[in-house]
């Protein structure tokens, strides 16, 4: 057996399991020049609700009918290639699909003994880059400096958190449950923590944690969490716009307070990105990632769904929350 995911419709508002087909395929086999591929782990992330949308992006979305595709480690049951071998772990952009052929463009070798396979679709792969080209790159913080995460248990936040951390840096994140704020603060080495849900005057609750102001704040969530953090920001104050899960699913434009006025008093820098856009410096920032991951600089959480069946489920979780940290099928 050799099952496919397919994208059957584009969702309306959050997506729904109905916006998914499982299809039964044929197992390939490997010709000269290819590699054949088992799927061990599958990376479900937010940013591909917006390649389930047919309009011009960053990356071309995704077409219906056809299998999706997000950050996947597999394993390499048959190869044609001279640079794999049986045996060999790869991670790269693949089709959700059990068995697939490629001709190793874009694949990477990872070492299962130096880190577990799933850390190189988090912390060692493109969500920890994620979190370093973002805060170093962008955000700039010094020593001192107050630095503000939101979406802050998730993925790409918790990093955040511990990179300004080893920049010497004052870290406050904002989670959705008690839970989270508890994870920040007891593993993730956060200073202190703001539970949005509970929270009614979010302007005010970032202004109370964060009394000196906030020098970079360090956006996964958009709408009205960025609002009030501006509102706290210092003179030459950085902004750095990593996502909007807020706003993924909405249906119309949103609307709310102008930034304008804030960026030109505040002098304030404002900056979107991603991680592909400084490509050629991966290779010098996983190493330096993973020596802090040795060095017990960096820890993670992961939040590991089982089943290949699961992995539109564990997508539509993202949505609600359901995640700490990395959210990651094995299958």
């Known amino acids: 057996m050799n099952n496919s995911i397919r994208l059957k419709s584009r969702p309306e508002g959050i997506p729904t399991l109905e916006n998914f087909e499982f299809v039964e395929v044929d197992k390939p086999k490997a010709s000269e020049g290819q590699v054949l591929l088992k799927t061990k782990y599958v990376s479900v992330?937010?940013?591909?609700?917006?390649?389930?949308?047919?309009?011009?992006?960053?990356?071309?979305?995704?077409?219906?009918?056809?299998?999706?595709?997000?950050?996947?480690?597999?394993?390499?049951?048959?190869?044609?290639?001279?640079?794999f071998k049986k045996g060999d772990f790869v991670n790269g952009m693949l089709e959700w699909k059990q068995f697939q052929t490629s001709n190793g463009k874009?694949?990477?070798?990872?070492?299962?003994?130096?880190?577990?396979?799933?850390?190189?679709?988090?912390?060692?792969?493109?969500?920890?880059?994620t979190a370093y080209v973002g805060l170093l790159k962008i955000g700039e913080p010094k020593e001192g400096e107050t630095v503000l995460v939101s979406g802050a248990s998730g993925a790409v936040g918790s990093v955040v958190g511990q990179l300004a951390k080893i920049k010497g840096c004052k870290v406050v994140g904002i989670a959705g449950s008690d839970e989270k704020i508890k994870l920040l603060q007891n593993t993730f080495g956060f200073d202190a923590g703001i539970n949005y849900k509970t929270t009614n005057q979010m302007r005010k609750a970032i202004k109370e944690?964060?009394?000196?102001?906030?020098?970079?704040?360090?956006?996964?969530?958009?709408?009205?969490?960025?609002?009030?953090?501006?509102?706290?920001?210092?003179?030459?104050?950085?902004?750095?716009?990593?996502g909007a899960i807020s706003l993924y699913n909405e249906t119309e434009q949103p609307t709310g307070p102008r930034l304008e006025t804030s960026l030109v008093k505040k002098s304030l820098k404002m900056q979107g990105f991603i991680a592909r856009d400084y490509q050629d410096e991966f290779k010098e920032i996983v190493p330096q990632l993973a020596t802090w991951l040795n060095d017990n600089k960096l820890t993670y959480e992961e939040t590991i769904v089982e089943g290949f069946e699961n992995i539109p489920r564990a997508f539509i979780d993202l949505f609600e929350g359901k995640n700490k940290g990395k959210m990651v099928v094995k299958v």
Not at 52 to 79: C, H, N
Not at 114 to 121: I, Q, V
């Open 45 to 83: 992330d937010p940013y591909l609700r917006g390649r389930m949308r047919d309009e011009k992006s960053y990356i071309t979305p995704f077409e219906l009918d056809k299998p999706l595709q997000s950050g996947i480690i597999a394993e390499v049951v048959e190869s044609h290639i001279s640079d």
């Open 106 to 129: 874009g694949l990477q070798k990872v070492d299962s003994s130096k880190a577990p396979l799933s850390a190189y679709l988090g912390v060692l792969g493109l969500t920890g880059i």
């Open 209 to 242: 944690t964060c009394p000196n102001g906030v020098d970079v704040y360090f956006d996964n969530v958009g709408g009205e969490i960025l609002d009030a953090a501006m509102a706290n920001m210092n003179r030459f104050g950085r902004v750095v716009n990593c």
